[in-house]
């Protein structure tokens, strides 16, 4: 029986799988690392671009509805006064009167340091924050911060957005960028850090349609994870209580994801009712009203905002792909990344060193590396060379062999079940093409045939 990942897998094996093949290294870890901060290296910089681009690709490029934004992280101060962020975006902080250690207290069981059990002191609000200074001068009145959420600048660019595109509501803009939260307590890998990425959605809508925009995203967003591999049974929705709602939604549900350490929240989405605009129109002393063209009135928008974490989200992914199957006396590690996200699409490998073979196994890599991601190697024995590639989660290789020499033909071996297939190599490209958009293996082209079904290679 193959060990199943989310849910069952341990996010130790995810750490090292991460660490070993080069996605997540810590941060800063010749100096001992940095606590909560992390570096996606060259497989885990490749994986995330990928959730960022399947992302913009379905919110942004493949709608007429939605516009994107790069706003800058540094943002005008009031903004966070207009936000709320200034004064409520903070958490319940005790300390420990004996090791001093600090904790969220809405997180402890009881009153005792989780530690060493020492008493803690009465919990004051701790804002999450960052300050920085802007220019030379570390001075009150230079004070900005690194924005916590990518959010604002989208409600700041409203009415720009509305007078250079003309779009009519019901219309979104989209971001995805840094965020900086200082977290009390961090963990659980990228699951939580105190600087990562965040992909989101501001949908302005007449307010007497929010509940129907809310229920649209809610869904959308939970298949965009499903569309993309993640198994139905590990996602859930929850609905926040009253008292968990944030200062600026009326209503907010949790797209949650089963991780190792138990269900979690993935991706949040709020109808923010029109706070935002009220608060910034209040604050900057700008109009930020939309004229309703049927009925002749401005209109302050509602905002339904689907939030998303990308590091979450690639956690997300590698956690649902991991899975071991026995392989012989070994175990194959594998990772079932829908193509759209594996990091490599395909590797070409020459059965052997022999030069003849890499210089044909070469020819084929020059051929294919314009159109995708494709790694060539050429290292050890071939079946080792398979189970590097389905650790990482390439869906196919293509393999050179002596026959190659004598037909001009070449293998196809898909990650999965490891199926090969055989093919002219004139053929390759547009194969790999349709396999890539999730055409069956074994339909084949002119020319082609079964090579062979399941097995260990
Ligand atoms: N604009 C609304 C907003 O920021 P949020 O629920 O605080 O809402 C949205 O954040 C998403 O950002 C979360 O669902 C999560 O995926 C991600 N996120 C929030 N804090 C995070 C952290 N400390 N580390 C990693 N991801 C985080």
Known sequence: MAEQASGKVSMEKIVSLCQRRGFIFASSEIYGGLSSCWDYGPLGVELKQNVKQAWWRSVVQERDDMVGLDASILMHPQIWAASGHLKQFADPLVECKRCHLRWRADELKDNSCPSCGGEVTEPHLFNLMFKTFMGPVE???NIVYLRPETAQGMFVNFQNVVNTTRKRLPFGIAQIGKAFRNEITTGNFIFRSREFEQMEIEFFVKPETDEEWFNYWLEERRDWYVNLGIKKENLQLRQHTKGELAHYARKCYDIDYRFPMGWAELEGVANRGDFDLVQHASYSGKSLTYLDE?????????????????????????????????????????????????????????????????QVAKEVYAELRPCWMVQYDDTQSIGRRYRRQDEIGTPFCVTVDFQSLEDNQVTIRERDSMNQIRLPRAELKRTLAAKLEGEDLFVLPPGGQIWKEGGNG
């Open 139 to 141: 001075e009150e009145a």
């Open 294 to 358: 049927e009925t002749n009135e401005h209109i302050v928008p509602y905002i339904i905002e689907p939030s998303a974490g990308v590091d979450r989200s690639v956690l997300a992914f590698l956690c649902d792909a991991y899975e071991e199957e026995p392989d012989k006396d070994e175990i194959r590690v594998l990772l079932h990344f829908h193509p759209t996200l594996a990091p490599i699409k395909v590797a070409v490998l020459p059965l052997s060193k022999r030069e003849q073979l890499v």
